[in-house]
């Protein structure tokens, strides 16, 4: 078995925490020293050690449910701002799934403003202080920073959520400016990182948007997976009330394709947005799955996140984690499900993952975090068979030994048994955390929609779907994805649907078809409005007429 180490022997990161080691005392939100902001902008240091935020210690916050990570001072936040050696074609930008305008806004910490910073930010994202949280950085503006290819890249993501976190603590949620209705209405489906972010652009561009969401609480994941202790729910229901201040309406408990159909709400909106995610969680399919103390990660997470369940009895959701629990998987979802059920009491979490610890797809801050806290990771091994005792309950794990082999489709390499290796493991609570498909509700009752084999829905690359009118994005199109890449697919959707409305308010004459479907000779195809296109899914610049 091969146990957890920490990820790598020294990072430039692991360097940079010694020489902070000493931890600045934690002052969230500190207003500026001192007068008018100074406009001269000082030297760029980027030899300076990268600056890191303190964190609960592990021994206590493994027992509490928490902030896990507190804000940069803003000395911190000055000293890591200064980093930035302000590129003249700043790569960060383009590495931002929502090109929020990273070095503006550390030109503006450094100048003291704060507030103006917070403001730059939320040009191209309303929700910093959700992204500065759970945002994979390290995959995207930290991944191409150009200080980071000699030294620890500048801290985006915590220089992000430092900046939110003021402005809150300063000025509260705002209204944000908004262009004068327009009349229209669209439907968005789930309340999700896509659905707020494609919420937000259409009302900031004057559109009347209405949120549809199957459960009693808004935010999808960010609510019922990301555990508090990673997303504050202050944070997360700030961020929300900054949507709604923008007009959008919201109503929970309303689930699309069964309280009433896509087709039904064609008729009374002029555009929809599906954002209903991927929170249909696979299973091992190996024998036991189905005794009494065996979880999906999606089901433990939402009884303990949503449904308050680690307060039973004082709640109304039993969930009970024992002596010994496994988690099995390496993404997200098995890091978030593993440190909660740690935070249950239990004497030992364990997670299991088939590949080694360089496939992990989680964040790597959630693994050094678990690692801290004591969770002991056994890497090239998976269950295979799970066995119960008389009152079908799960009291042992068969597992085996896995080596890699060539990669698989996904470039990672593929884990392949090891004949011969098996072994038991005595266990109480097993959760399964091995990824999600989409909850096929709307797709089977809108037979019109186009899905894949993987039920995830077909669109374009604007984010139309076969449906003319009718848009689609974040992990219901990508299959399991991120926070930032859904906020990228709601903000495509919103420009998408943008061009639609306008098209179908001010339409191009429609030409007619030749009777082989040609157009007349000497005429130019029409590229927008309601022309007519000749492919049935040639993409158009506003409005497919074929999908009419
Ligand atoms: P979701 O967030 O899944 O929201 C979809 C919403 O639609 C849900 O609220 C659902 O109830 C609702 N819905 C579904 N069907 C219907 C219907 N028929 N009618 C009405 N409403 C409906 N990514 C990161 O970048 N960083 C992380 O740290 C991270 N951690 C994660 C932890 C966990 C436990 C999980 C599961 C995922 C994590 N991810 C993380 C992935 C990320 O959360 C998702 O990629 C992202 O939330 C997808 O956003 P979405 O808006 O497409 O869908």
Redesign the pocket.
Known sequence: MNKGQPRTPKTNDALDAERNSAGAEHVSATPPPAGPAELKLPTPSPKTPRQHAPEQDPAVRARNFTEVKLDFTLEQAQAEALRCIRCKDPKCVEGCPVNVLIPDFLELILLGDICGAADKIQETNLLPAICGR???QENYCEKVCVVGLKRSPVAIGDLERFVADYDMAVRGIRETPCDPPTGKKVAI???????LTCASELARLGHQATV????HEL????V???PPF?LPREVLHAEIDRVRKMGVVFVTN????MTCTIEELRKEYDAIFI?????HPYLMDIPGEDYLGVYT??EF?TRVNLLGGWKFPDCDTPIEVGKRVVVVGGG??AM?AARVALRMGPEKVYVFYRRSEVEMPA?AE?VKHAMEEGIEFHFLAAPVKLEADANNRIYRMQCIQMQLGDADASGRRRPEPMPGSEFWMDVDTVIVAIG?GC?P??QRTTPELRVTKRTTIQADERGETSLAGIFA????IRG???????MKDGRRAAASIQEYLLAKESPVPTLPLSPVGHLPDGQAPATGGNAVSLSPMAPATGGDASKH
């Open positions: 759970v945002c994979q489906i789930g309340s999700g990182p896509a659905s549809f969401e199957a459960l935010g999808g994941v960010l019922y997976g990301i990673r309303f689930v699309v394709g954002g209903t995610g991927a929170g990660a999606n997470l997200n979802s978030d964040r959630e999600q909850n509700i709307i994005g974040g992990d219901v399991g994805s991120t926070v930032l890449l859904a």
